[in-house]
């Protein structure tokens, strides 16, 4: 409430709506990441002119725009309050070093806080056995269908090569680096980070397997992800070096092999997923796309013939000893590749069309998966006898 005496704003209120601002690539309040420089009230003589300079990450930070609403918003709901001026500077070197810690806490090295046990993030890598079967598309829209449900998502597109997932959720912005700390763009709720954020233009990517690695274990490492339900990884066609390190940095991200009806496909996509014999990772299931195209008529054409997903499906649960479904089929259509194209996933773009429900589906399904033991420490210690 304002101050009785001048009918100025209380500097405590202003200091409590400043807590309610939230960064919005960290997620936590400003002022517990020592981001709120200064406060002053009465203005240029005016009792309700408030004046509040914050502190941004870096000169460059994409997000100012955004903190500097937040902050306006929230001051300005505070009672007596008449404008709200917010003035920028920038943290040195000790008060980022201070931000990572507050953040990250004392660890010298970065830890993949999915790899520990008791992480409750479900990890799924999509892979498939060969190019062109419309993996990332999947990945995408999943991410996106599941961030509509209001689950906290994040993708990493361990495509290296081949990236294209930032065109496909219409990402334009550069990661915001904090010391040694990365802080990924986000676009429709999702967290995403890809290594064509960090290459000019449509440069190509010339790498040998340790480098791939090293690649993605800074994405898995190095970026500031929060507290996810869920992270999605966009794998490379087939079974090279960065499905090996996939499960090696995190062994208990789980398989989502996604094929086409095709036979020939189907059988490359069989691969895909038989790996986990060796990697010990737990398949959820198979997804067949492009599965048919709806004529106009009312009839189905199906262009890459039929049964493929099933036939991975049955395979692989033949191989692995364990039930591996077919979590759905996604029609083809035309609307899919456009939604890709523009930057907006077909599952919010179009969310009636056939393939975003097939696609919702299969979400929905992945949602309500309840996270086993596997990766879990179990506090359980060896008795000799």
């Given at each position: 409430?304002?101050?009785?005496?001048?009918?100025?704003?209380?500097?405590?209120?202003?200091?409590?709506a400043?807590?309610?601002?939230?960064?919005?690539?960290?997620?936590?309040?400003?002022?517990?990441?020592?981001?709120?420089?200064?406060?002053?009230?009465?203005?240029?003589?005016?009792?309700?002119?408030?004046r509040?300079?914050?502190?941004?990450?870096?000169?460059?930070?994409?997000?100012?725009?955004?903190?500097?609403?937040?902050?306006?918003?929230?001051?300005?709901?505070?009672?007596?309050?008449?404008?709200?001026?917010?003035?920028?500077?920038?943290?040195?070197?000790?008060?980022?070093?201070?931000?990572?810690?507050?953040?990250?806490g004392?660890?010298?090295?970065?830890?993949?806080?999915?790899?520990?046990?008791?992480?409750?993030?479900?990890?799924?890598?999509?892979?498939?056995?060969?190019?062109?079967?419309?993996?990332?598309?999947?990945t995408?829209?999943?991410?996106?269908?599941?961030?509509?449900?209001?689950?906290?998502?994040g993708?990493?597109?361990?495509?290296?090569?081949?990236?294209s997932?930032?065109?496909?959720?219409?990402?334009?912005?550069?990661?915001?680096?904090?010391?040694?700390?990365?802080?990924?763009?986000?676009?429709?709720?999702?967290?995403?980070?890809?290594?064509?954020?960090?290459?000019?233009?449509?440069?190509?990517?010339?790498?040998?397997?340790?480098?791939?690695?090293?690649?993605?274990?800074?994405?898995l490492?190095?970026?500031?992800?929060?507290?996810?339900?869920?992270?999605?990884?966009?794998?490379?066609?087939?079974?090279?070096?960065?499905a090996?390190?996939?499960?090696?940095?995190?062994?208990?991200?789980?398989?989502?092999?996604?094929?086409?009806?095709?036979?020939?496909?189907?059988?490359?996509a069989?691969?895909?997923?038989?790996?986990?014999?060796?990697?010990?990772?737990?398949?959820?299931?198979?997804?067949?796309?492009?599965?048919?195209?709806?004529?106009?008529?009312?009839?189905?054409?199906?262009?890459?013939?039929?049964?493929?997903?099933?036939?991975?499906?049955?395979?692989?649960?033949?191989?692995?000893?364990?039930?591996?479904?077919?979590?759905?089929?996604?029609?083809?259509?035309?609307?899919?590749?456009?939604?890709?194209?523009?930057?907006?996933?077909?599952?919010?773009?179009?969310?009636?069309?056939?393939?975003?429900?097939?696609?919702?589906?299969?979400?929905?399904?992945?949602?309500?998966?309840?996270?086993?033991?596997?990766?879990?420490?179990?506090?359980?210690?060896?008795?000799?006898?």
């Amino acid at each position: 409430m304002p101050d009785t005496l001048t009918g100025s704003p209380a500097l405590d209120a202003v200091n409590a709506a400043l807590a309610t601002v939230q960064d919005p690539e960290i997620n936590r309040p400003l002022p517990e990441l020592g981001m709120v420089k200064d406060v002053q009230i009465g203005v240029g003589g005016d009792p309700g002119a408030v004046r509040v300079d914050v502190y941004l990450t870096v000169s460059g930070c994409p997000m100012r725009e955004t903190i500097t609403n937040r902050v306006t918003q929230a001051v300005s709901a505070v009672a007596g309050v008449t404008s709200v001026q917010v003035e920028l500077d920038v943290m040195d070197d000790e008060q980022r070093a201070e931000l990572r810690r507050t953040v990250r806490g004392d660890a010298a090295e970065p830890v993949i806080p999915f790899a520990q046990p008791g992480s409750l993030t479900r990890v799924y890598a999509v892979a498939s056995g060969k190019g062109g079967v419309g993996k990332s598309s999947v990945t995408v829209n999943l991410a996106a269908a599941l961030a509509k449900k209001g689950l906290s998502v994040g993708v990493v597109d361990a495509d290296i090569y081949g990236h294209s997932v930032p065109r496909m959720l219409g990402v334009d912005d550069k990661p915001t680096q904090v010391n040694d700390m990365i802080m990924p763009p986000q676009s429709y709720g999702i967290k995403v980070i890809s290594i064509g954020m960090f290459t000019p233009g449509n440069t190509p990517v010339v790498w040998r397997g340790p480098m791939l690695h090293r690649a993605l274990q800074q994405f898995l490492a190095d970026v500031w992800w929060g507290d996810l339900d869920v992270l999605l990884m966009d794998l490379p066609p087939g079974t090279g070096d960065v499905a090996i390190s996939v499960a090696q940095l995190v062994p208990n991200a789980e398989i989502l092999v996604v094929t086409t009806p095709q036979q020939a496909a189907a059988e490359v996509a069989e691969r895909a997923g038989a790996i986990a014999t060796q990697t010990h990772q737990q398949v959820v299931g198979v997804i067949e796309n492009m599965s048919w195209l709806d004529l106009p008529d009312g009839s189905r054409m199906e262009l890459f013939g039929s049964g493929g997903g099933e036939a991975v499906s049955d395979a692989l649960t033949k191989t692995l000893g364990a039930r591996v479904p077919l979590l759905g089929q996604i029609p083809l259509d035309t609307r899919v590749r456009e939604a890709g194209d523009s930057g907006a996933p077909i599952v919010l773009a179009q969310p009636d069309a056939p393939a975003a429900q097939a696609l919702q589906k299969i979400a929905d399904g992945l949602a309500v998966r309840q996270r086993g033991l596997s990766g879990m420490s179990l506090s359980l210690t060896p008795v000799r006898k």
